[in-house]
């Protein structure tokens, strides 16, 4: 039980510490913990689902919802093209002051620099895209695309950094321009699509949702989407590892269970004789039950009580140096995971799998100290 207890006490502390960094990395790429949209926009991204007077309406909740991070931004697919390729990405116009401070694609700059302007002609490009359009830093791209009135919008911009997420289809498909260019380019007049808040806690975004939307105009009909909403897949392939984690934990709890039924239910047996002379004395045989089941109590307490201390202790050393899986690199970085893993311990890691061990070894003792009600005293007595 305290082997048992001390992997299940690591394991789900492992599991949730993934998910966790599953969470914030994948919402620090792009998505924030919350934004500020039209209704619609999120599931069809149509240009014309806006947000109006997009700069003036994060400045407002930028200095009401400290210590909140808040960016302003716009979006539409266009043509990207350079002397010799062509290809259609998706366009972001960023505020550069304060992109940073919502997303992580800044920090992932390899090549020159990040955007510095609202206004400059420039643009900043994932690291495969660059290669698909064979262009380096300093090069020109033509962008190409429809403005929000239904128009023809084409602009040049230099390419001064190049990025690179570890998400290829980021790296691929995405690009990011100066928020005043992408509203000077695609005649937004001062609208935009998203604004994206960052909070200081993902546990907070319950109670800072209502405190936006209060924030928002009344005439504008807009909402507010929480990362659950924006990134639904995220969750549900959470819930789906989840599943899977939890029947495997379910098999060992349960072959631990069989454990103590054996050890129990032999140590009744082996003792069929004593139980059979002092049940003559005029024990009664519940109470011999009793004794059963204080027995196994006391052994599942301990087993509770070393196998969480044995697992915290564990999981506190590798949530401190990290747990590393050799080969497994590129797929961690398909799911936005570091190649190094921290577990997070918490009381609910740390107690819950050992408590339901309890649990089930206190009903897996039921059986031997139920039997004793059919033991006769006579019969047991003549045991050898």
Same mark, same amino acid.
């Given at each position: 039980?305290?082997?048992?207890?001390?992997?299940? %006490?690591?394991?789900?502390?492992?599991?949730?510490?993934?998910?966790?960094?599953?969470? !914030?990395?994948?919402?620090?790429?792009?998505?924030?913990?919350?934004?500020?949209?039209?209704?619609?926009?999120? $599931?069809?991204?149509?240009?014309?689902?806006?947000?109006?007077?997009?700069?003036?309406?994060?400045?407002?909740?930028?200095?009401?919802?400290?210590?909140?991070?808040?960016?302003?931004?716009?979006?539409?697919?266009?043509?990207?093209?350079?002397?010799?390729?062509?290809?259609?990405?998706? /366009?972001?116009?960023?505020?550069?002051?304060?992109? &940073?401070?919502?997303?992580?694609?800044?920090?992932?700059?390899?090549?020159?620099?990040?955007? *510095?302007?609202?206004?400059?002609?420039?643009?900043?490009?994932?690291? %495969?895209?660059?290669?698909?359009?064979?262009v380096r830093l300093? $090069?020109?791209?033509?962008?190409?695309?429809?403005?929000? $009135?239904?128009?023809?919008?084409a602009t040049v911009?230099?390419?001064?950094?190049?990025?690179?997420?570890?998400?290829? !289809?980021? !790296?691929?498909?995405?690009?990011?321009? &100066?928020?005043?260019?992408?509203?000077?380019?695609?005649?937004?007049?001062?609208?935009?699509?998203?604004? %994206?808040?960052?909070?200081?806690?993902? !546990?907070?975004?319950?109670?800072?949702?209502?405190?936006?939307?209060?924030?928002?105009?009344?005439?504008?009909?807009?909402?507010?989407?929480?990362?659950?909403?924006?990134? &639904?897949?995220?969750?549900?392939? /959470?819930?789906?590892?989840?599943?899977?984690?939890?029947?495997?934990?379910?098999?060992?709890?349960?072959?631990?269970?069989?454990?103590?039924?054996?050890?129990?239910?032999?140590?009744?047996?082996?003792r069929t004789r004593?139980?059979?002379?002092?049940?003559?004395?005029?024990?009664?045989?519940?109470?011999?039950?009793?004794?059963?089941?204080?027995?196994?109590?006391?052994?599942?307490?301990?087993?509770?009580?070393?196998?969480?201390?044995?697992?915290?202790?564990? *999981?506190?050393?590798?949530?401190?140096?990290?747990? %590393?899986?050799?080969?497994?690199?590129?797929?961690?970085?398909?799911?936005?995971?570091?190649?190094?893993?921290?577990?997070?311990?918490?009381?609910?890691?740390?107690?819950?799998?050992?408590?339901?061990?309890?649990?089930?070894?206190? /009903?897996?003792?039921?059986?031997?100290?139920?039997?004793?009600?059919?033991?006769?005293?006579?019969?047991?007595?003549?045991?050898?």
């Amino acid at each position: 039980m305290v082997f048992a207890n001390m992997l299940l %006490v690591f394991m789900m502390s492992l599991q949730f510490g993934m998910y966790g960094l599953m969470i !914030d990395n994948s919402l620090k790429l792009f998505t924030g913990h919350m934004q500020v949209q039209a209704p619609g926009f999120n $599931d069809e991204k149509k240009m014309r689902q806006t947000v109006p007077d997009i700069l003036p309406l994060a400045r407002k909740i930028r200095e009401r919802l400290t210590p909140a991070r808040v960016a302003a931004r716009g979006s539409t697919f266009a043509l990207a093209s350079s002397k010799d390729r062509s290809f259609g990405i998706a /366009i972001l116009g960023v505020e550069s002051a304060f992109e &940073p401070q919502v997303s992580s694609i800044p920090g992932l700059v390899k090549e020159g620099r990040y955007l *510095t302007s609202d206004n400059a002609a420039e643009i900043v490009i994932g690291e %495969v895209l660059a290669k698909n359009l064979r262009v380096r830093l300093g $090069d020109e791209l033509t962008l190409l695309g429809s403005g929000l $009135d239904g128009s023809f919008a084409a602009t040049v911009v230099e390419i001064v950094g190049i990025f690179d997420s570890g998400v290829k !289809d980021i !790296d691929r498909n995405v690009a990011q321009i &100066p928020i005043g260019l992408f509203q000077e380019t695609f005649f937004m007049d001062g609208a935009g699509h998203q604004v %994206v808040i960052a909070a200081d806690d993902r !546990d907070r975004v319950p109670e800072l949702l209502p405190r936006v939307a209060a924030l928002l105009p009344a005439s504008a009909g807009l909402v507010v989407l929480d990362w659950n909403q924006l990134q &639904p897949g995220l969750k549900q392939a /959470i819930q789906a590892d989840m599943a899977s984690s939890f029947f495997m934990y379910f098999v060992l709890v349960i072959l631990v269970s069989f454990s103590v039924l054996n050890t129990q239910l032999m140590s009744v047996l082996e003792r069929t004789r004593e139980f059979g002379i002092v049940m003559a004395l005029g024990l009664k045989p519940g109470k011999l039950g009793r004794l059963v089941l204080l027995e196994t109590a006391i052994m599942g307490m301990m087993g509770l009580l070393l196998g969480a201390l044995a697992g915290g202790v564990l *999981t506190a050393w590798f949530s401190t140096n990290g747990v %590393v899986f050799p080969g497994m690199d590129e797929m961690a970085a398909q799911f936005n995971l570091p190649a190094r893993m921290y577990p997070k311990v918490s009381l609910t890691t740390l107690f819950s799998g050992p408590a339901i061990v309890f649990v089930f070894t206190m /009903i897996a003792a039921l059986y031997p100290a139920v039997r004793l009600n059919w033991q006769k005293p006579v019969d047991a007595m003549r045991v050898a």
